[in-house]
């Protein structure tokens, strides 16, 4: 328990909690103070003021109708409900007459307001010890007599108390829902550190596939643990991509690396002539040439992946690649006897690699080409539109097609279906092209281009944008 307190103590929230309970403490105490002297400052001037006007009035009462009106005056004050202190005194201090007993020494020696409190006892404490504590103001008449008018402080302070009390209990109870809610915050906080720490050690321990706990408040930690699972969903991939690359390369670059070895043991072994090793070396360059694009490729890829060319983005007019791509492959599927076509909407433009969509492009129109070579459909298609919010730069062939249930295969790197393994490739065009998407934001669709054929139901290959803003 002092373990899992000590931790909890540990966590920013909670020590952000106790900073603002502190701060809060620190408020209320000063208002609780602020409060309790305001309302004794309120509540002795407004004894004062109305002290003051009473002994106004008695003076004037006694100017008016002298000292039989005076005391008739103060008589009948005195049996009011609540009545206030008044006491008629000699000139050297002696009580003469009032609704006072016995009055603290000292206190009618001078005039004016008393500056402080002081103590008297009533008639009907006579016999008792209970002392009461007032205010007063103290003038002197014409004849010498001293005249003091004063007010209980009972009330005042029964009434400054009860405002203390009222304001310690709220403060009390603020303190005690305060201490409440944070136990509860940094409570939740810390099972949630302690989820996201239990997966985090999972995650290290290689399991790419845990992910970060996300609950539904949306506050900052749901906000960085779905920040913290987009890249550990990327960092999957990659190290998937990099297991499949690896894999990959140990199956299908074996075989060229082996046609290498067996043609240049061959050209050694026995006696050849001249024209026999230099088509043995042509061969072997070609097979090595092939090796290179494979690799160019393979760099290609994990540049794109690794988002190394999201740096060199800008305004690029798709209408226009298109169109050069077109003319660019235009003799090559002439030669394979097919024809190639390009319905283009002019002035497409998005925010891209130039070189990126121009090579992803490529790869579609010659895997096009070379698949639709001797089909009953002998036409290649580029189209570009825009259709509805996306823009869609396709290539449509009338060759074989590929199954959908291996469409998701087709796009890993180095696979290639077996109606394939007799075209030149490497398996890795669509790889590349995916990747290139993924960078700008959108998608490769893969589908038929005749889903009625039963044979050649062809393919079309579209690289989906998604539209700019107007």
Wanted: proline residues 3%; glycine residues 10%; aromatic residues 4%.
């Amino acid at each position: 328990m002092l373990t899992r307190l000590g931790a909890l103590f540990q966590t920013t929230a909670v020590r952000l909690s106790a900073l603002y309970i502190l701060l809060f403490a620190a408020c209320a105490a000063f208002l609780v103070i602020y409060v309790t002297s305001m309302s004794e400052t309120l509540l002795e001037q407004q004894t004062r003021d109305a002290v003051a006007a009473e002994a106004t009035e008695i003076r004037q009462v006694f100017e008016q109708n002298g000292m039989n009106g005076l005391l008739k005056s103060l008589e009948r004050r005195a049996r009011q409900p609540g009545a206030n202190l008044y006491i008629i005194a000699s000139p050297s201090g002696e009580l003469l007459a009032g609704n006072v007993l016995s009055l603290q020494p000292g206190v009618l020696d001078g005039e004016g307001w008393t500056q402080s409190s002081f103590r008297y006892q009533r008639f009907e404490d006579e016999g008792s010890r209970e002392r009461h504590t007032a205010r007063a103001e103290i003038f002197v008449l014409s004849n010498g007599l001293r005249i003091l008018v004063g007010r209980d402080l009972g009330e005042p302070e029964t009434f400054r108390g009860l405002v203390r009390q009222a304001l310690v209990v709220a403060l009390g109870i603020m303190g005690i829902g305060a201490l409440a809610i944070w136990y509860v915050i940094g409570r939740n906080a810390l099972k949630r550190m302690d989820r996201m720490s239990d997966a985090s050690q999972r995650i290290m321990a290689g399991d790419l596939s845990q992910r970060l706990p996300v609950g539904a408040s949306g506050d900052e930690f749901d906000r960085l643990s779905e920040s913290l699972n987009t890249m550990l969903g990327r960092i999957e991939k990659l190290d998937e991509g990099l297991k499949q690359v690896s894999d990959n390369i140990a199956h299908d670059l074996k075989t060229p690396l082996t046609r290498l070895r067996n043609r240049a043991e061959a050209a050694l072994g026995g006696k050849a002539r001249t024209q026999d090793y230099r088509a043995a070396l042509e061969e072997i360059i070609g097979e090595s040439d092939q090796l290179i694009r494979t690799f160019n490729a393979l760099l290609m890829i994990s540049r794109v992946e690794a988002g190394q060319s999201a740096a060199e983005m800008s305004p690029v007019d798709l209408s226009l690649i298109a169109a050069d791509s077109s003319e660019l492959y235009e003799p090559l599927a002439e030669e394979a006897g097919l024809s190639l076509t390009c319905t283009v909407e002019k002035g497409v433009t998005i925010n891209g690699n130039r070189e990126l969509i121009g090579q992803a492009l490529g790869n579609l129109i010659d895997n096009a080409i070379k698949y639709a070579e001797g089909a009953q459909d002998g036409a290649v298609r580029v189209s570009l539109l825009r259709s509805g919010g996306e823009i869609r730069l396709a290539v449509s062939d009338g060759g074989p097609g590929i199954p959908e249930h291996q469409r998701e295969e087709v796009v890993k790197r180095f696979v290639r279906l077996d109606q394939s393994r007799s075209k030149p490739g490497t398996g890795l065009g669509l790889s590349l092209v995916e990747a290139v998407m993924e960078m700008h934001g959108g998608r490769l669709e893969l589908s038929s281009t005749y889903p009625e054929r039963q044979n050649d139901r062809g393919m079309t290959a579209a690289m989906v944008f998604p539209a700019p803003p107007a």
